[in-house]
């Protein structure tokens, strides 16, 4: 994923709560993105489904939760489901 576009995405993310409106804050989102997305399109499709799941902005600890997991149980190797663990804000 390329830099620019993944600041791009990041800024998509401003609406949301909890949004880190610091410079170096911002920056830990962007390369957290950077290292998760495989290509542009899934750094988008990552923020996409944040956008439409989430109230509030993922940390850069809640992207790198993001985890491959085979579908292997149904048979399916060649592709990949991205979960994440995110449980929301600690209470």
Same mark, same amino acid.
């Not at 149980?73 to 994440?84: E, K, P, Q, T, Y």
């Given at each position: 994923? !390329?830099?620019?576009?993944?600041?791009?995405?990041?800024?998509?993310?401003?609406?949301?709560?909890?949004?880190?409106?610091?410079?170096?804050?911002?920056?830990?989102?962007? *390369?957290?993105?950077?290292?998760?997305?495989?290509?542009?399109?899934?750094?988008?499709? *990552?923020?996409? #489904?944040? *956008?439409?799941?989430?109230?509030?902005?993922?940390?850069?600890?809640?992207?790198?939760?993001?985890?491959? !997991?085979?579908?292997?149980?149904?048979?399916?190797?060649?592709?990949?489901?991205?979960?994440? #663990?995110? !449980?929301?804000?600690?209470?």
């Amino acid at each position: 994923m !390329k830099r620019f576009f993944a600041l791009e995405q990041v800024q998509r993310l401003s609406g949301l709560r909890q949004f880190p409106f610091e410079r170096a804050a911002q920056n830990e989102i962007v *390369i957290a993105l950077m290292e998760v997305a495989e290509s542009n399109e899934h750094g988008e499709s *990552i923020v996409t #489904d944040w *956008i439409r799941n989430h109230d509030e902005c993922p940390t850069p600890a809640a992207i790198y939760r993001m985890k491959r !997991k085979k579908a292997s149980s149904a048979g399916v190797d060649s592709h990949a489901l991205w979960i994440c #663990d995110y !449980k929301g804000p600690k209470q």
